[in-house]
C-alpha cells in the first residue's frame, strides 16, 4: 500500500513538471522539502465515523512538500494537474485558485474517497504540499493487542522526475 500511495505523488510531481530530487524525511515541516509516509486506522463506519477502528485494517498516506516554487511552476502546474484528474477519472471535490494573494488547492478523491489526493500552494512562502492517501487494507500479520496501525516507520524512496527513478 505505501508503494501505490508513492506512485500516486510521483504520477502528480511529474505532471506538475517538478525537476528536484526530494530525499526521505523532512526537517521543519512545512518550511523544508518533504518526502514521508504515514499509516492511520481504519473505521468501521467509513472516513466519517471516528467511533471504531478495524482491527487489523489500516491506510498508508505519502506526503510530499517543496519549498521555493515560484508562481511561474505552481501556476501552470496545478492547472495541468486539475486538467490531468479531471481527464482521468478522478472527482474533483476542491479547485480554488487564489490568484496573487491567496493559496491555490486542488483536492481529488476516486473509488468513493477510497483513494484521495491534495495540493496546496502558499504563495507568500512559494512553498507547494502534495500527498496522496490509499484505500483501506487488510495486514496479515496483525494481532490482538497491536496499539498502531499498520505501516509506521516506512521511508519512502526518493522522489523526483520518473526518469531519474
Not at 500511495?5 to 518550511?31: K, N
Not at 498516506?61 to 502546474?77: E, I, K, T
Amino acid at each position: 500500500m505505501a508503494d501505490r500511495a508513492f506512485q500516486r505523488s510521483q504520477e502528480a510531481y511529474d505532471v506538475m513538471g517538478f525537476t528536484r530530487i526530494v530525499e526521505p524525511g523532512v526537517e521543519e515541516i512545512g518550511v523544508s522539502t518533504e518526502n514521508t509516509l504515514g499509516s492511520g486506522y481504519c473505521y468501521g463506519g467509513g472516513l466519517l465515523s471516528l467511533d471504531e477502528t478495524v482491527d487489523g485494517a489500516y491506510r498508508m498516506s505519502h506526503r510530499w512538500a517543496l519549498d521555493r516554487v515560484p508562481a511561474g511552476r505552481a501556476v501552470p502546474g496545478l492547472r495541468r494537474l486539475h486538467q490531468h484528474f479531471k481527464a482521468n477519472g478522478w472527482e474533483v471535490t476542491s479547485y480554488r485558485e487564489g490568484g496573487a494573494a491567496g493559496d491555490w488547492d486542488l483536492f481529488v478523491q476516486r473509488d468513493g474517497g477510497g483513494e484521495r489526493m491534495s495540493f496546496t500552494w502558499f504563495p507568500d512562502r512559494e512553498y507547494f504540499m502534495g500527498g496522496a492517501t490509499g484505500p483501506c487494507a487488510s495486514d496479515p500479520g496483525w494481532e490482538d493487542g497491536d496499539v498502531s496501525p499498520s505501516g509506521d516507520g516506512l521511508w519512502p524512496p526518493v522522489l523526483g522526475p520518473a526518469r531519474l527513478n
